[in-house]
Antibody, heavy 120, light 110 residues
Framework: EVQLVESGGDLVQPGRSLRLSCVASGFAFDECAMHWVRQAPGRGLEWVSG????????NYADSVRGRFTISRDNAKNSLYLEMNSLRPDDTALYYC?????????????WGKGTTVTVSS | QSVLTQPASVSGSPGQSITISCTGS?????????VSWYQQHAGKAPKLMIYDVTYRPSGVSDRFSGSRSGNTASLTISGLQAEDEAAYYCSSFTSSSTLAFGGGTKVTVL
């Protein structure tokens, strides 16, 4: 079964750091681009960051650039999001998603998400 | 940089057809060759419904169809059913090499 499972979400204070993980199974992880997408409570979807299959292509939304770092370990079928200098407006459900045909196209498999809450 | 604008809500009765628009701010039509659409039921993860403007993934009902005219993409749901009540988001590549989502459209089945 094709599956993405996120973990690492937590309640953290503003200014602190957190690392999210996403473990993939059931498909050739090293052939797919991957993305992080977040959804604040009661709000719409917001693209956060994406990474190509070889990590050669990486980009970020303006709202997180310079604070968040995306990475992947193809040997472990894992995607990561290192989040630094967290702010209250980073509070959201964070999804990882697969982009099977390249960085800039559609996302066809999504995880259930992991919740990040930034509050003092 | 493209901003994608969707209507906040659309409603219809069972059996009717509805169309959700997604209008981009970029004047470059090539920015809209990879528009995709996602359905999200309350409390659930998004589900891909349409990709590359008009293509349906395997398993998605043929009641869902996509189209595009210039900088506006559209998702049409034919034969509206109660299970179609959800939020729908369009997404597209942007000229700054990022991805963008529209604000989302809440579909209500009357």
């Amino acid at each position: 079964e094709v599956q993405l499972v996120e973990s690492g979400g937590d309640l953290v204070q503003p200014g602190r750091s957190l690392r999210l993980s996403c473990v993939a199974s059931g498909f050739a992880f090293d052939e797919c681009a991957m993305h992080w997408v977040r959804q604040a409570p009661g709000r719409g979807l917001e693209w956060v960051s994406g990474i190509g299959w070889s990590s050669a292509s990486i980009n970020y939304a303006d709202s997180v650039r310079g604070r968040f770092t995306i990475s992947r370990d193809n040997a472990k079928n894992s995607l990561y999001l290192e989040m630094n200098s967290l702010r209250p407006d980073d509070t959201a459900l964070y999804y990882c998603a697969r982009a099977p045909r390249g960085f800039y196209t559609h996302m066809d498999v999504w995880g259930k998400g992991t919740t990040v809450t930034v509050s003092s | 940089q493209s901003v994608l604008t969707q209507p906040a809500s659309v409603s219809g009765s069972p059996g009717q057809s509805i169309t959700i628009s997604c209008t981009g701010s970029s004047s470059d039509d090539d920015d809209y060759n990879y528009v995709s659409w996602y359905q999200q039921h309350a409390g659930k993860a998004p589900k891909l419904m349409i990709y590359d403007v008009t293509y349906r993934p395997s398993g998605v009902s043929d009641r869902f169809s996509g189209s595009r005219s210039g900088n506006t993409a559209s998702l049409t749901i034919s034969g509206l059913q109660a299970e179609d009540e959800a939020a729908y988001y369009c997404s597209s590549f942007t000229s700054s090499s990022t991805l963008a989502f529209g604000g989302g459209t809440k579909v209500t089945v009357l």
